[in-house]
């Protein structure tokens, strides 16, 4: 096997599983968390060098297309998955994704079983789906004012109106 580090994969829900299996026979601690991650920001990259400080693998579950319009609304993903997963593996954080189709990730999170799940502190514990398959759930504090949201509703406010600016004007 390979430095077990340096893997950075897309993989499916059964090719994880194995994964999954070859790393907890190699005592690795497994370090889980999951979301729509639509468009990257700031509170991403915090709760994801979090999340790997806690183990020795970060895998990421990011919702489906579909499972993210459900979540989001018929205008989201801005970004997808495909290419989702491509972004959150060009971080240094980041050692595996895995996409899933539920609306909450407790069949996936029973399916993996990791060490421990991180989730943002906006989630109450009682709120945590799957927090019953891991030893540990940690919750780390949301990044005040920077969310998904809020980009995409700053992006409106400031491109949102027809009337092009100066900067907008085509260069022949």
Request: proline share 2%.
């Amino acid at each position: 096997m390979k430095n077990l580090n340096s893997q950075d994969k897309a993989l499916t829900r059964k090719e994880m599983q194995a994964e999954v299996k070859k790393l907890q026979k190699y005592r690795k601690r497994i370090v889980f968390t999951n979301g729509c991650f639509d468009i990257l920001h700031l509170g991403h990259i915090n709760l994801l060098k979090k999340a790997k400080s806690l183990g020795d693998i970060l895998i990421v579950a990011i919702n489906s297309d579909k499972s993210l319009s459900c979540l989001k609304g018929h205008k989201r993903p801005l970004v997808g998955e495909k290419d989702r997963a491509k972004l959150l593996l060009s971080l240094r954080a980041v050692d595996y994704v895995v996409a899933f189709g539920e609306q909450t990730p407790k069949e996936i999170l029973r399916e993996l079983r990791p060490d421990i799940l991180i989730k943002g502190e906006d989630y109450r514990l009682s709120e945590i789906a799957g927090k019953e398959y891991v030893k540990k759930v940690y919750r780390f504090p949301v990044v005040k004012n920077k969310s998904t949201t809020n980009l995409i509703n700053l992006i409106v406010e400031r491109y949102g109106s027809k009337q092009k600016s100066r900067s907008s004007k085509k260069i022949i």
